[in-house]
């Protein structure tokens, strides 16, 4: 495990090279973290039998590595194997005046590697808050933190995030200066936005517990 | 290809068999069918090399075939080789007394199987216009229909529904009655909801061109 800063420019493999023309491939290390901090599910695709398996899983990260929840993929996941982590928002669909020039509009982190299985405590532990900090903020300092048993019983895997590629589509439709242009249709673009809404209480809580102030504030904001 | 209808109740196969106590499975087909409507962006696994890619893409369906745009995964994705496709909602955020309880509600669809290329030319548009109509319904009569060249230049998929899984969390955290219920602390879900905008047009667009109805009802309306 070296401790050395990933670059900030992604690297260019066999798997992540842009081979398409129309996807915008960025090959800036903050955009990638900004799609990975954007969200908190991806879909991690593992090799199961010579076949694929893909299962959504929360995550968390931070300078060098992507946390995840082994667990959650208990029947397919064994660390040691080839991964790859996908985290797309979508951020609106793209109508064009034909259906051919049609698309979406979306960014898109993809992450491949071999996951390890963290062993370590104290890492660990750090890799527990990351990923529970990173959907929930302030839920770390607020919630009752993992025992001995608990943390036993979970499976944290890491993996790398040095090679990774990003696309990004956005704007408009690509075909409003060609012939189609003069067929008098509507193009643009349907954005679709993802926000938090107000808190739900369980409803087995007791009356006079207060939502959190870390809590009450995402109420409105966009998430993704 | 047969064309009797598959069964309303999903297969449990070795790939189809839940094994989590805490994620509710679902055996109704139509429960499959209704995640897959709620969307229209795919996370599309292959096997490339041994290693697992996983590409966002849109897709379309009808009661028997989930119809993949192949060009997307061009770079992974032969006809012929086993897939998964894997669709999730997430619908909100569990918040927990403890950080262990602490998770996701979403709604997940999982479809395993061997994608064939679509030839027929009948099927193959039929394919693009499920694929059209299940991202941007009323386009398909409205926009430019594709030409035979782009028919040409386009690769349709499909993927048999027979051999899929449905997972749903829903509603509050799992604590509520267990010792951590004493600690007084706030529990509950913080919901996600995605919703369509206002059609952004094309700057490209010449004045006076209306956002045609079935693309103008859209705005304010949920999506997911």
Redesign the interface.
Known sequence: MTTEPLSARLPVTD?TRH??LREQGSLDRSELEAILDAG??C?????TE???????T?YGRDDRWLYLHGSVA??SLAPDV?????V?H?D??V??????E?G?N?R?A?I?GTARKVTDPEEKLEG?RLL?EH??PG??S?????NRK?LAA?TLLALSLEEASVKIRAG??DD??GP??A????????????????????????PG????DH?AR??GTR?G
Chains 1, 2 share one sequence.
């Open positions: 798997r081979r398409r908190f599910v879909h991690l695709g593992v090799v010579g076949r694929p398996v893909v299962v959504p929360v208990s029947r080839p991964v790859c982590v996908t797309t979508v609106g669909l109508v064009a005046r034909s259906v051919f049609h979406v979306y898109s993809m491949h527990l529970t959907s929930a839920q770390w607020y919630a009752r933190r993992p608990e979970t408009a439709p409003g200066d189609d242009a067929l008098g249709l509507w193009a643009g673009v349907l954005p679709l936005t993802t926000a938090w809404g107000a808190p739900r209480p369980d409803p087995a809580l007791p517990i207060a939502v959190p809590l995402r109420a998430h």
